[in-house]
């Protein structure tokens, strides 16, 4: 017993300890405060310097905050009431390729004033001679689009007339027919001659979009419905491509009228549809909010440029000149932004004098609306320092030369030539007989009902024409692209057009 309690003390004991053990017992406690005490005050000094940082990081942020107030109340107000400068394409596509290598028929210049809702635009006529890449290509300007899609066509139109361009939309015939049925169609006043053609471009609008619709039945004031109103857009036959774009700018602007007066629930299944449809830098949240306040935008002047143009061959190939470019941009952003002291920059000066000496026309002409000297209406005195480059000579009576490849070019000359339609593919007025169209092997029959009578599509995808993989606007005519060339701009002609006849013609239904 004696032996065992000694063992027990032994072991409990807190002095007894073994020479063998690896630790010792410390009796005072108190030894450890001073290491305690360094550790809280290595946690103290921790925390000083984070609320420090915190105090300078407070005294920065306030610093920007107070800096970047009035950067941003700047820019509040610049975007509340300045001006939205978009550029807007609209391209003749089949297959509903809204890139690069699509001919782009529409490029309106859309400038919005913020402050007041006031929408201006202006059509760049799509045969414009300009600059259409860094490389230093001069070409029509709807060629830099067929090149290098909206960002080469967007740089163009910058560069060439000195430019802003925030956001962009393009959009194909289809989208717009859309948007023009969900809004309850557009009310237009027809002309004799454009009555003549615009039945055989509503068929020709049904085939390539897919929409329904029905021929007009006279002239004068009708009710259009989408595709009625892209084929009215799209009329040039019987003018010129300068009274189209002036066609295009009134459809637009009645559209613009409808959407005021729609509700909301309207403007929202129409952004809804058509938003898909289309190419655009513009998020659909930013649409959501411009709907709403949409009562408050309207078009107000519409125009074409250049304002002041001639017409010439080059390269074989006809061009619209602007005479001259330099003073034709300013009265443009007169036009556009009101700004009648605007002074071009060297860049278009080099460009206009490129121009100038390629057509030899270096005098300002007269706008071919209002008859004054183009640029009139902007000071433009103050050139800029550095003048333009010389330009290269040209030798007198030698064909004018391009730098442009030779791959370029032959893509253009497909493009530039009017698709002339057979005879027998043509819809004629009938009040007994249908006219069926020539078919392909992927096709099924259709039949073209006559004037008066519903533009039928099918209603099943499955019996729809044409190449399942292709989207909205195949081209199914026979005339139609085989992949192998560029798409062209296959526009059908009048009854009697291109057959050397010269007696007058009537469309159909006419």
């Not at 210049?109 to 760049?124: D, F, Q, W, Y």
């Not at 295009?248 to 549809?273: P, S």
């Amino acid at each position: 017993m004696r032996a065992r309690r000694q063992h027990r003390q032994q072991r409990t004991s807190p002095k007894a300890y073994r020479e063998d053990d690896d630790f010792e017992i410390i009796e005072d406690l108190d030894s450890l405060r001073p290491h305690r005490k360094h550790q809280t005050t290595k946690m103290d000094a921790k925390k000083n310097k984070k609320q420090k940082r915190k105090k300078k990081a407070w005294v920065w942020g306030i610093l920007f905050l107070l800096l970047l107030l009035p950067a941003f109340m700047w820019w509040k107000y610049s975007h509340n009431n300045g001006y939205w400068t978009v550029a807007i394409y609209g391209v003749d596509s089949r297959d509903g390729n809204l890139g690069k290598g699509a001919l782009a028929d529409v490029q309106i210049l859309c400038s919005i004033n913020r402050k007041t809702g006031e929408i201006r635009l202006a059509s760049v006529f799509r045969d414009t001679y300009l600059k259409i890449d860094p490389e230093g290509n001069y070409h029509k300007i709807n060629e830099a689009y067929f090149r290098g899609g909206r960002e080469q066509a967007g740089e163009a139109l910058k560069e060439n007339l000195d430019l802003h361009i925030e956001d962009y939309a393009t959009f194909n015939w289809k989208a717009v027919a859309d948007a023009i049925n969900i809004l309850g169609g557009i009310d237009l006043e027809i002309t004799d001659q454009e009555f003549a053609y615009i039945n055989s471009f509503i068929t020709e609008t049904v085939n390539s979009t897919g929409v329904g619709s029905v021929q007009l039945e006279h002239s004068g004031m009708n009710h259009l419905d989408g595709v009625q109103a892209v084929a009215y857009a799209r009329l040039r036959l019987m003018d010129t491509d300068f009274n189209r774009t002036e066609r295009q700018r009134k459809v637009m602007g009645l559209a613009m009228e409808k959407a005021k007066n729609a509700d909301f629930n309207t403007l929202r299944i129409l952004v809804g549809t058509v938003f898909p449809q289309i190419s655009t830098s513009i998020g659909v949240d930013d649409l959501m909010i411009m709907a709403k306040d949409v009562k408050k935008y309207y078009i107000g002047q519409t125009t074409g440029f250049p304002f002041s143009h001639t017409e010439m061959k080059i390269e074989k190939r006809d061009c619209v000149i602007p005479t001259t470019l330099e003073s034709n941009v300013i009265q443009l952003h007169a036009f556009l932004y009101d700004d009648t002291h605007f002074s071009p920059s060297g860049v278009v000066q080099n460009i206009s004098a490129h121009i100038a000496k390629v057509s030899g026309i270096h005098t300002p002409g007269k706008d071919t609306e209002s008859g004054r000297n183009v640029g009139a209406e902007g000071s433009g005195g103050s050139q800029q320092d550095n003048p333009p480059e010389p330009v290269e000579n040209i030798p007198d009576g030698s064909e004018i030369q391009e730098n442009t490849g030779s791959e370029a070019a032959t893509e253009t000359e497909a493009t530039e030539t009017e698709t002339n339609i057979p005879e027998d593919s043509i819809t004629e007025e009938s009040s007994d007989v249908a006219v069926t169209e020539p078919i392909t092997d992927d096709e099924e029959e259709t039949t073209v009902i006559p004037s008066r009578e519903p533009v039928k599509v099918p209603d099943d995808p499955e019996t729809t024409p044409g190449n399942e993989n292709l989207g909205p606007g195949v081209n199914n005519s026979p005339n139609g692209s085989n992949g192998s060339e560029p798409p062209t701009n296959a526009a059908l002609e009048a009854p009697g057009q291109g057959n050397g006849s010269n007696e007058p013609v009537s469309g159909p239904g006419a």
